[in-house]
DNA sequence: GTGTTGAATGACAGCGCTGTCATGGCTGCC
DNA sequence: GGCAGCCATGACAGCGCTGTCATTCAACAC
């Protein structure tokens, strides 16, 4: 790395201290307008960017916000990050990411990796974590937000909903409509990823439902990879082939769903009447098909947005559930 | 922020000095197993998690890098991120992020503060800067890789493709198809948002490729808003309600394609025979939809992956072509 | 004229770590 | 036995900034 300009070099072009470049650029402490104007000039002269690694390490204190996400590779939680992207910017934050791709192991370790920056705060996925995890969320002497699940007990602020909620609903929904006959399509995690808690929370709600009301889910397809739209078609076909008789499927979420609804389409599977469709989150792509998916809308920017200002807020520790929503839809 | 264990407390209890925890924690320079035994227990023992700021401050050198992406909204650049964020973790490097909703000046800004955290590289997106953000890349002494375009100058390493080819491979595969009456949905940036010039790159090849064949693009409809599922429905509606003589439509990518193709599957339009739709991207959601949509493979995860191995290595300045390829599928 | 204020600036130490050079002890070899 | 050579460890300075306290000086009151 080339040596950068310092504050000492732009103190001597400006004929000043470093401590009235430093009160310049922060604004902070009171500042002849002739000084600072001499000081933003060999500021522009030298092309300085102040070094915020000193900064932090001075005044200890950082402006990075860890953020700690399971997964990129669908759009909820890229939602959630832009969500919080918003937020911390005009606050003056900096999102530094880290993705654990479901595994408890790897959130631990990247949380430590995060924590060694000092961040003013972090957020992180999921109320699950291992204990030495937790141990180093709760003796940070940082804010920690907890996002997306609020089925559990948490650290310092939650803000999500309840997973076993949204799977009741699914539940409650398909059997008002008059459907007995239940499949669901899962997903697991592939060869290199862990399991998604949370889908496993709707689940069980699900299930729990069905049983309250003295039915059961007949078949179940858990598709050996990670949620896409290939894999609910694929799991969809697969349980279609093995169960021909099933007339309502509850998909982990809304990916899944829409590949099981491209598969119907493609097959002539007439959708709701030979057979219901119901997902999870309310997807934009999943709304616009040409029959909206049968799902529960979750608010996930106004999770990551929320997150984001109380981590960076000094308000005391809470649990925020954002609430979710019954979308009919027309593929239930 | 409250005192958080130091190097000189772990060494006061491991009974060494700061230096030699600093070696054991680094695996640098020679070490007794029973001091490196000692060590580690006196970390573990104090929860010790070393402060990477100082680290940084003292070796002159960060595992920060980097990453400006334009956007959140689709599943695009998370995939970029996402091919990114693996080479990254495994080099031991963290990513940091920033999103410049399209907007030039917003870019310079969060260029010149992840500078401030001097990265070890820096992932910017597009070859089109202000002159101040360029000067800053160049003169930060860092390695900067810029992405996802390769027709133009670059600064240091470029991973990307052609856009102004893939509007021409667009055009060319619907002149080879017969269709003669040429429509186009593009999307604008809505109130807050920037101009795409890589989407504006497309259109400019697609259509000069339809002048030197001797056709034109009869209609166009710009939707003033992001680019999503929602503004292609409703962009095509808006397009055919004006000229419904039109054959063949190119979107600006591929989730605008897949509005338009929900467009048609609602109102009943035959796809590819009444109207072809081109995108843009090979998105997984449209190659899995009933009829895969006819684009263009832009191989997203794979710019991610080689830009962070280049940003991290030491290889000369180069521009890497991915290349893209005809996806020729189904509505076109 | 002296003292009081407050605005504007500076001197200095230190944040927690690492690079550099120095030191002490031990092995091996002629 | 003496010395090279290596292993293991330490002392010390300093990375670039900011917090704290001190200082200067003009304006003003009495």
Redesign the interface.
Known sequence: ??R?TTLTEVAQQAGVSEITVSRVLRNSGPIAPATRERVMEAVRAL?Y??????G??AS???N?VGIVLPS????V???V??GA?GPL?KMGY??????TEYDPAREEALI???????PAGLMVTGLEHTPRAE??LR????RVAELMDSDGAGIDIIVGFSNVDAGRIAARHLLSRGYRRFGYVGHGGGATIGKDLRAEKRWSGFAMTLKEAGYAVSDKEIVDAPS???AG?YGLAELLARSPGLDAVYLSND?MA??GY?HC??QGISIPGQLALFGHNAL??G????QPLSTVRTPRLKIGEIGAKLVCGDAPPQTVDVGIELIEGATA
């Open positions: 790395m080339t950068r092309g960017v102040p070094n915020r690694v000193a932090t390490l200890s204190g950082s990075l990129l590779a669908n759009i939680f890229p939602e990050l832009r992207a910017a900096q999102p530094v990411i880290a993705v430590e990796s995060l924590l060694a920056w000092r141990a180093m003796n940070a002497g940082i896409s739209v290939a078609r990916d829409l590949g491209f389409l493609s934009d792509v709304q616009v098909a040409p």
